[in-house]
């Protein structure tokens, strides 16, 4: 397996993902670790039917994912696993799914979250969670389609936190 993508964003799978990632880093399979979706039927259905047939697509709630890295999909799958929030990548490295880059899509606004872009919104605990991915060496950046500038989180997390 060939891990071509690590995202967070909260849509999980929608236009971006399908129309923009999925072609740029030609992957055919996609992972999503949610706890939510892989436990409401409905709502897994309602997302799985705007995916191509020619993608394989997997949803697995935190407990089932710690045991997939080991035993790959295929051996020559490109992959692309998405997160909705910066705690469920953060929960599946401490679980063993390691990862080098992380990639911020799209993160709703909400209460007592500040602005970071046009697409992203964090408070303090997802402040938290991505600064231990950044200390365990994840390199971490913001870019809702690959045709965006890349806005890397080290540089701009130190602004956010002074």
Not at 63 to 68: D, P
Not at 85 to 110: C, E, I, Q
């Given at each position: ?11 999980l799978i929608h236009g971006q993902v399908l129309e923009a990632w999925l072609p740029h880093v ?120 690959p045709t965006d500038r890349k806005l890397h989180w080290d540089c701009h997390c130190r602004e956010?936190?002074?």
């Amino acid at each position: 397996m060939s891990l071509v993508l690590v995202r967070v964003d909260n849509r999980l799978i929608h236009g971006q993902v399908l129309e923009a990632w999925l072609p740029h880093v030609q992957a055919d399979s996609i992972i999503v670790v949610d706890d939510e979706i892989a436990n409401d039927s409905f709502r897994k259905l309602l997302m799985l039917a705007v995916v191509p047939k020619t993608v394989r697509v997997d949803v697995y709630n935190h407990q089932q994912f710690e045991g997939v890295p080991c035993s790959p999909l295929s051996s020559d799958a490109k992959v692309l696993v998405l997160f909705a929030t910066p705690a469920d990548a953060l929960k599946a490295y401490r679980g063993g799914f390691h990862f080098s880059t992380l990639n911020l899509g799209n993160m709703h606004v909400g209460p007592q979250k500040c602005c970071i872009s046009q697409t992203l919104y964090a408070d303090c605990d997802d402040l938290d969670d991505l600064e231990q991915l950044a200390e365990l060496g994840v390199d971490i950046c913001a870019q809702c389609i690959p045709t965006d500038r890349k806005l890397h989180w080290d540089c701009h997390c130190r602004e956010l936190r002074a």
